[in-house]
Each structure stands twice: as structure tokens, then as C-alpha cells.
């Protein structure tokens, strides 16, 4: 059920700007295509709203193939980038066009607007022309347009792009609550991985026209299988590493037991940490002790972030992230620490 | 301040224009000065001043049959080069349609030639098929010749739509037909009414490709185009006049609507 991708490859002349592409959507998940631009996540999105036919493969939805059917048949609704509010239309209007379309009675579709609108937040702007509104309000017009028809899916294209960050923040919030409110589906693009991270059940990664991960926030954060992945979520250390076969890894930083459940295979590796998991002084039991000499030391607020630099290896960086205290003591450029690593924080990331 | 030297630039300048206002202006004033008084040895005899000859325009039945031809001509040459234009903007708008250069050359070209090209082309081309001249045969090719700026005027409008507009409308399930109700046409409808105007304003005008196809008919250019062979009366100023002030009041209507639009756009 829900929504399966088989094989779905786009291509516009030579150039292919979706490979083949297998994934599937379930009913009431809230999935996260995230990639930078030039990905392919548009590109999916299109091709579920029907925007564009794929080269090759089978889109389907429930049952159903709907690989060839068109935009104005299928069960979705789409909240566009730059909204694509009507602009001779006024915000009931623009709301009520689905049902219009539809060809309900102008009672019904007045109380089905009214409704929306209040779920959204937009009472008493009814009246108004989407040149008159803000780009929150504009944000939630469309919202209201995409729900008020009950799509089976809602198909979200980098919806909080323009807006502030204080407003972005609350309409994640407010999404993911809207999200729950109505269980529908959500397909979301959007290149801001703190984005994803917040609302989603699953995130596909996207890069270059291919999947590079699936999975629920905390595996992608946590356990990054590609370097594209690890690098695309912020300030991993990653360091490169020879898996020996006999279940170590040889690092610069010293041979250390690769954590449990990963490929024993003979090759090369990069090794990643977060930077919250790098602990400085006593360690855990197992945990791999690095002595460092700190080459830095930044107070960003609740977080105070070191650049470690190891002595057994002076070109890699550690970057370390603790939480701030104003009576930590020792914690100055130059001193050195020891810092250590659990083998249940690192993540082997297959190098390609 | 503006300097000595740029204040007699300005005051040249502004000669210079009222010069070429003047040269372009006096005969079409001279010709309205004629229509209310006569002129007798060169002298203007200004006591003989007298609008009479506008309504004895109202007496001259082969007047008003040609007043009558040529709105008729107009109205539905336009209304046929706007549905036209329409459908072949949309087209050329699609992504997925052929052959785009081809329609344009194909739109512009008869705009752009020489009218005696145009007419003698269409003239030839319609006693190929056999038709006889008349007043269809003129509406035929005042359609052709009005259409390439219906057309520009359509398809500049209609690229400054957003494609998200159309697509969000098929998402939100309407069809093709809705689409264009809906969404295209009150997007489109005022350059609409503007190339109208325009090419009415043309056809109304138009002389050159007209005698070719009129055949037996007349319309207003060519029944004063008639008139003047037998002699410049005052009957021949106030037609040129009426046909004048309309021809003007409907380029200032368009001027008018074509800046609102851009403050618009701004």
C-alpha cells in the first residue's frame, strides 16, 4: 500500500537527472526527500504530482499504476515552492478552487473553506488577495488549498524556503502537528537537513539524481552509510580507516574495534563521529583513548565547540561539541585532554 | 541648477520637437481646418465656417454602406485573429509542441511584408481557388494581417504566467478546459482587449491589402480613396477627419492600457 517508486529514471534528452529509483512511501508517514540542488528531489516530487511522466518505471499508489495518469486525476495535492496562489483570486477563492472544480454548491464549499482556513490559522483574511498577505500567510494559503480537498498524499516542494528562520521554525512545528491532525501522507523536499531532522518519520538523501539513504532521523544522523551523507549532515568527524578483517580498524588515530553488526569485510573505510560524541576525560569502558592537544576553543551559547588536534596524528581535526557551562576549568588552547571514542558512536561510512 | 549651456540645450530641443510635432500635425490640422470653412483664391473665408458637410456625410448612403463594411470587416477579422492568436500561443507556450519557429514566421510574415505583397499574395491566392471578391475575402485577409499582433501581444502575457499557476490548477484537479477558464483567461483577457484594439484600429485603417480583395465592395479607406480621384471637397476633410479622430482616440486607448499593464507588472 501507499505509494511505491519501481524503477522511476528520468531523463531529458542524454542528460539523466533521476537514475532508477526504488522507494516506497507509507500511508500516514511523513517522508523526506533531502538533497542539495540538481539532486533529483524535485524531480521525484514532480513525477508523483504528475507534473512530468518518468522515462522508465512504474509509479503506483495503492493498488493502482498511475505511472500515466494525469495531474488533474490523481489523489494529491502539491504546496508549490513559490505557492502558485492565484493572483486574481482572493484567499476563499484560491482555498475553495478544488472543490469548485469539482462542481460542489457554493454552501458547501464556503463551510469547507471556513473550516480550513481556521485550521490553518487564516480566519478573517477571507476577503483579502494573496498580493495583500505576508509570506507566512501566503504559506498557509496554499497549505489550506493543498488539505482542503483530503488528498490520500500532500506533496510539499521546499514549502518554508522563503521564509525567516523564526517563522520556519514555527511552521515545522505547525506541519508536522497539521501533519498528525489530518494523517495524510507527507512527501517533502527540501535541502535543509535540520528540516528534515525535525519533522520527518524517514528521510531519503538524495545527490546527484540517486538515493544515497533511507531511514528514520536518528540512522541517517547517527549512522551515515555514504560520505555523501556524512558530510551533507553538518560537522561529522570523519576519519579514514583500514578495516584489518579480524573485526579492528586502523586508523592514524590507533587500531580500534569496529562497532558491532558491520561488515567485517577487508577494505577502506571512513570512520564517523559526532561531534556531541567525542567525550573529553574519563572514559566508558572499551572506549578509545585519543590524547589531543586543543587547538581552539568557541562559545556558541548552549554548545561550546573544541578543534582537537591528536597528537598521533596532527593533520587530522577532531571537532568537539560540549555542553557549555561557565565553571568548566581547563578547557583553554594548548592544554592537552584525552579525548574518547565508543566504538556504539562510530559509524563506518563505505567509502565509493 | 542646471547650467547655462544645458538650459539652451533643453530650449533647442525643445524647438527641435515642436518642429517635428508641427511637420507631422499641420496637414492632418489642415485637413480638419478644411472640413468647416471653404477656401476661395487662397484666402480662407472664415464667415463660411460651418459643420455641414459632417452631416451630409449622414446623407451619403455609399458613405455609411462603407462605414457599415468596414466595421463589420473589423469586428470579425479581430474576433477571429484573437481566438486564432489564442490557440497558437497556447500552442507554441506548450513544452511539447513542434515546429514553434515555423508558426511564428508563419504569424509575423504577413505583418511584416509590404501590404502589396500581402495583397497581391492573397489576391493571387484566392482567384487560384476561385473565390469571388468581396467582403469575405477582405475579413480573410484583414485576419491574416491583424493577427501577428494579437498574437505578440497574447504570447508576451502569456510568458509573464507562472507555469506553477497552470499546475497547481491540474493538481487541485481541474481539467484542461477549467484551466483555461479559470486560470488563463483572466490572465490573458485584458492583452486580449488591448490587441483588439489595436487590430482594429489597423483594420480599420488598412488600405493597401483591402483594394486588392475588395472586389466590387467598399470600405471607408477606399471609398475615400474613391472620392479624392474626383476632387478634394470638403465632404472628402471631415471624412478624413472622422477617420482620423477615431484612428487616434483608439491609439491613445491603447497607449493607455499598455502602461497600466506595465504599472501593473511593476
Redesign the interface.
Known sequence: MGLSLDAVSKSYGAQQVLAPTTLQVADGEFMTILGPSGSGKTTILRLV???TRPTSGRIGFGDADITGM????RP???V???Y???P?MTVAANIG??L???RQTKPAIAAKVGQTAEIVGLGGLLDRFPSQLSGGQKQRVALA?AIV?EPKLILLDEPLAALDAELRRQMQFFLKSLQRQIATTFLFVTHDQEEAITMSDRIVVMSAGRIEQVGTPKDIYYAPRTQFVAGFFGDNNLIPGHVTGNGMVTTALGTMPIPAETDRRERDVMLAIRPEKVLLGAAGSGSHQVSCRIDDVTFIGAITQLRLRPAAAPDQVLTVKLTSDRTRLGLESGTVVSASLAPGDIALVEVS | MPSRAERITDILLAILAGLVFIVLYAPLLISTLFSIVEVKRGQIQWETATLVWYGRLWENQSILDAIRSTLAVGVISVTLAAVLAVILALYVEWEGAIGRRLIELVVYLPFLLPPIVTGLALLVFFSGLGLDRNLLTVTIGHTIFVLAVLYRLVLTRLQTLPKSLVEASADLGASRWQTLRHVLWPHLRSAIATGAILAFTLSFDETLITVFLAGDQMTLPLRLWAMMRVGFTAEINALVTIVLVISIGLTILVGMRLQSDEVREE
Open positions: 504530482g504528475g507534473f494525469p495531474a488533474h486525476q494529491f495535492n502539491t508549490f515552492q513559490d502558485a496562489l492565484f486574481h478552487y478544488g469548485m472544480v469539482r488549498r480537498c
